[in-house]
């Protein structure tokens, strides 16, 4: 394991992005930091740029003018950086697969420009807090 | 003065973890004023419309209760009266109870949320974290009724679901009263609390005549002197028989709008409680056989406003048209009347005021009106909100 990935483990610092999501996996993330469940007491906190951060947070499938933002949201970030793809829009589109706004899911948008990157996937609609914190306890400890 | 918007800034960067959904507003200032607002949509276009039409009538409320997920009983119940008022049915009484009982949750937990970010804008930490705090209990019972914290899914043309549990119904009713204590514990807060009197009063003004002019509806309506709500005017589900007031401030400011929907999470609370101890028994749907040729539309009272579904059907099962309208929708362009001649401190607050479902102003550029560059990104404008609330701060300690 080089040190990179493995200073990627400790305290990972989070940016959320949202490509089309309908809000309510914003809010679970967000509650996420709120007193019940309190991740910070662990070291993950949301930054404010993705040049901070060692992962990405994205919720929802990507619409098509939400995807040249999150490529570059995606460039900007320092690699390695896990990216989280939350909730069933961001991993597979979930219900709204047949629309026509919609470029793909997040994987296929990010591969496109990193075939490489690292991707983890959280499914529910929405995640409850609870699987959002073992979605990135898992991710975590399989790097 | 001109501006000349050569290049659109979109700074995907500086995106705030609270801020929800991608919308990009451009400001024109002179100085520490700003002369206008630009607003642009569509970041979040899902083509929800044209996917509803290729669904058929029972599976759209899945699809509607996702164009906003706080929204996410508002939609569906509105859609489902669009359906049931073109196929005649009358649904149960115990399912016109669950389903005020669910809307009124959903209000709740919809208003302390909008609490907790106000309170983050203006640099308030304190509030954020108490209202989310004291809003996990009301998702608590949500999920207990329905299964999950938010997109409940309960709702289906001719009733509902899922049941309450009649084993459950104590159990609520007792776990409505811490809910409802800290509820007033948090509005005696935020009302006695003097830096938010300074910080909030007075700011983001949309007077009564602005409101009508804009036709806003739902909190941002009622906190100018509007008194319009849906579930009085024209009551759906069970509300016509339940004893709740239609709250509503004269001052049309930011704060007159927190006021308002605090009290209503109180009125809301007062209304789940009737409604749990009303609950009549009985079944909770009625089968639904075919859906006849024809039109209706349903409209609900959301967390944020009036939200209206007109459907269209020919006889078949799947919807030919079905159109949505959302409450931010009408109420986004109050900002050209609210925001114009705020200073730039404010506008963050007075952006976020209106609770626009579709978009936490998320996007932000300003332009100078005289050299036609970008000054601020979204950062800056919420620090200078922060230094704002910690210059009053300082006056009163």
């Known amino acids: 394991m080089s040190w990179k990935r493995w200073s990627l483990k400790r305290s990972p610092w989070v940016f959320h992005v949202n490509t089309g999501a309908c809000n309510n996996c914003d809010i679970e993330v967000v509650d996420c930091l709120t007193p019940r469940f309190d991740v910070e007491r662990f070291g993950i906190k949301l930054v404010g740029s993705p040049r901070h951060a060692d992962a990405l947070l994205v919720t929802g499938g990507v619409t098509r003018q939400a995807a040249p933002r999150l490529i570059r949201a995606y460039q900007q970030a320092p690699k390695p950086c896990v990216v989280f793809a939350i909730g069933a829009c961001a991993c597979d589109l979930g219900i709204f697969h047949s629309g026509y706004h919609m470029v793909g899911p997040v994987d296929k948008i990010i591969r496109e420009v990193d075939p490489h990157a690292i991707i983890a996937y959280v499914p529910g609609c929405p995640p409850k807090p609870e699987a959002m914190i073992s979605g990135v306890v898992r991710a975590l400890a399989a790097l | ?397």
């Open chain 2, 1 to 397: 003065m001109k501006v000349t918007m050569q290049k659109p800034v979109l700074p995907v960067g500086p995106v705030h973890p609270l801020q929800e959904e991608m919308e990009y507003f451009q400001l024109t200032v002179d100085g520490e004023i700003v002369t206008d607002i630009d607003v642009r949509l569509s970041y979040n276009h899902r083509g929800i419309e044209q996917i509803s039409e290729t669904l058929q009538f029972d599976q759209v409320p899945f699809l509607v209760s996702r164009i906003c997920g706080i929204c996410s009983a508002s939609h569906p119940l509105a859609y489902v009266q669009a359906v049931e008022e073109l196929a005649q049915i009358t649904p149960p009484e115990r399912a016109l109870y669950v389903r005020t009982i669910i809307n009124e949750l959903e209000r709740i937990h919809s208003h302390i949320l909008w609490v907790g970010l106000a309170g983050h804008f203006i640099g308030y930490e304190t509030v954020f974290m108490w209202a989310w705090k004291y809003r996990e209990p009301v998702l608590d019972l949500l999920e207990a009724i329905t299964g999950n914290r938010n997109n409940y899914g309960n709702v289906k043309v001719g009733g509902c679901r899922e049941d309450i549990d009649p084993e459950l119904v104590p159990e609520m009713l007792k776990a409505l009263d811490p809910i409802a204590q800290k509820m007033e514990m948090l509005t005696k807060a935020v009302l006695d609390d003097p830096i938010l009197h300074a910080r909030l009063k007075g700011v983001g003004i949309l007077s009564k005549a602005d409101a009508i002019r804009y036709a806003v509806t739902g909190p941002t309506a009622r906190a100018s002197g509007v008194p319009i709500d849906v579930r009085r005017d024209d009551p759906y589900a069970m509300y016509g028989d339940l004893d709740w007031n239609v709250i509503t401030q004269e001052e049309g400011d930011v704060f007159a709008k927190a006021v308002v929907r605090l009290l209503e999470t109180l009125e809301a609370v007062k209304i789940v409680r009737q409604a749990l101890q009303q609950l009549p028994g009985g079944p909770v749907a009625v089968e639904v056989r075919e859906i006849p040729p024809g039109q209706g539309v349903g409209h609900v009272e959301a967390p944020r406003g009036e939200t209206f579904h007109y459907v269209r059907s020919d006889g078949g099962n799947r919807p030919v048209r079905h159109k949505a309208r959302a409450p931010s929708y009408v109420n986004v362009p109050s900002f050209k009347a609210s925001c114009i001649g705020q200073k730039m401190s404010d506008v963050m607050i007075t952006l976020a005021a209106v609770d626009p479902c579709y978009s936490c102003t998320e996007r932000i550029a300003v332009v100078d009106a005289r050299h036609g560059k970008v000054l601020y990104t979204y950062e800056d404008l919420l620090r200078r909100s922060r230094e704002e609330t910690e210059r009053i701060r300082e006056r009163f300690v």
